[in-house]
């Protein structure tokens, strides 16, 4: 079984500042690892994943991700933020190599980030 | 470029009563799923499918029922629907590609179902 944990429901930033939304993991096997940003009344969007290689991943936006196996963690993080950026952030795990499973996701609680003038 | 598609949008049932959730995907992914989302506790999997013809249940199963007769739609079934399923639902889709998965889920809009 895997569970996925954000660590911080909300976090209020002002625009221009950083921001970090935290995400831990646990999962008995390995897993591919996922960030998901949801705006107002739409569905998710992928934002960037880590399959495997390089533990820093860039995604869309400006945002960005390091993978931490030691630490099982996989925090997300952007380094100037906009009033754009403001949404609903979802972590989310899926098994590496259950092929015949198909990719099922287990998220996380999800993060709101409203960013303030 | 529709992508994933869901129908209706919007939804108030009465306790008891039925309905049918649609979705359709014009990419042609072998797989497909189901998520509801509830406040706090993120997207929870109800039922997926790995190819037309097949379904299987994911965590949160009870309560619902799920179709793909067709590879491009994939419908979720409320035979009796409760308060507590009062939800936003989710269809997704991702594709198999050879020995490395297309990874992607791809997210319909949302249904947003009240039960009164």
């Known amino acids: 079984a895997q569970s996925v944990t954000q660590l911080d429901s909300q976090v209020p930033v002002f625009e221009e500042a950083p921001v970090e939304l935290r995400c831990n993991y646990s999962s008995s096997v390995s897993v591919y690892l996922f960030w998901y940003v949801q705006y107002p009344n739409q569905g998710l969007q992928l934002l960037l994943k880590?399959?495997?290689?390089?533990?820093l991943v860039k995604g869309i936006n400006g945002f960005e991700a390091e993978f931490n196996k030691s630490q099982t963690s996989f925090h997300l993080r952007k380094p100037s933020v906009h009033i754009s950026d403001t949404a609903e952030y979802f972590c989310a795990v899926s098994d590496q190599g259950w092929m015949a499973a198909g990719n099922k996701l287990t998220f996380g609680g999800g993060t709101r980030v409203l960013v303030k003038p | 470029n529709a992508g994933v598609t869901q129908t209706p949008k919007f939804r108030v049932l009465k306790t008891g009563q039925s309905m049918t959730l649609l979705c359709a995907q014009d990419?042609?992914?072998?797989?497909m799923y189901w998520y509801r989302q509830d406040p706090g506790m993120g997207l929870r999997l109800i039922h997926y499918s790995v190819g037309e013809g097949t379904t299987a249940k994911g965590e949160v199963p009870d309560g619902y029922n799920v179709s793909r007769l067709k590879k491009q739609n994939f419908l979720l079934g409320l035979e009796s629907a409760a308060p507590s399923q009062t939800s936003v639902y989710f269809c997704?889709?991702?594709?198999?590609?050879?020995?490395?998965?297309?990874?992607?889920?791809?997210f319909g809009q949302g249904t947003r179902l009240t039960v009164v």
């Open positions: 990419m042609n992914h072998e797989y």
């Open positions: 997704a889709s991702s594709a198999r590609q050879g020995e490395v998965w297309n990874t992607e889920a791809f």
């Open positions: 880590y399959l495997s290689g390089s533990t």
